[in-house]
Nanobody
Framework: QVQLVESGGGLVQPGGSLTLSCAAS????????VGWFRQVPGKERQGVSFINYNDGRTYYADSVKGRFTISRDTARKTVNLQMNSLKPEDTSVYYCAAAPTYYDVPSQAYEYEYWGQGTRVTVSS
C-alpha cells in the first residue's frame, strides 16, 4: 500500500519546539520532493517547507524562515521538520506530501501526488 505517514504532532507551549517526521510506505522517496503543508478549518492548505530528497535543496515559506528546518534522513528514509520558536498561529494540521521530480523543489499543493493523513500541532499556553 502506497502511503505517507506523519508523526510527532502534539501540544506545545509558545516558544517551544516539535519535530515532525514523514515516512513513506510502499514507495521510495528517491527522485521525489517532499513538502510539508498545513491547514486550519476554513482556510486553504498552506505550503510550509519543501526538500528535494535527491540533493537536499530546500525551500521555506516566509512565515517559517529561521524557525523551521526541513531535513532528510536517508538511513531512516524519512523527512523531518524541526519546528522551533513555535507561535500560536502555527497551530494547524500538518501534512506531508511527495511529488515525483528529479531536480525541482515544488511548492504548490497541486504539484504533489502523494499525501499523508496529517498530524495535529497545537501551540497554546
Amino acid at each position: 500500500q502506497v502511503q505517507l505517514v506523519e508523526s510527532g504532532g502534539g501540544l506545545v507551549q509558545p516558544g517551544g519546539s516539535l519535530t515532525l517526521s514523514c515516512a513513506a510506505s510502499g514507495f521510495t522517496l528517491d527522485y521525489k520532493a517532499v513538502g510539508w503543508f498545513r491547514q486550519v478549518p476554513g482556510k486553504e492548505r498552506q505550503g510550509v517547507s519543501f526538500i528535494n530528497y535527491n540533493d537536499g535543496r530546500t525551500y521555506y515559506a516566509d512565515s517559517v524562515k529561521g524557525r523551521f528546518t526541513i531535513s532528510r534522513d536517508t538511513a531512516r528514509k524519512t523527512v523531518n521538520l524541526q519546528m522551533n520558536s513555535l507561535k500560536p498561529e502555527d497551530t494547524s494540521v500538518y501534512y506531508c506530501a511527495a511529488a515525483p521530480t528529479y531536480y525541482d523543489v515544488p511548492s504548490q499543493a497541486y504539484e504533489y501526488e502523494y499525501w499523508g493523513q496529517g498530524t495535529r500541532v497545537t501551540v497554546s499556553s
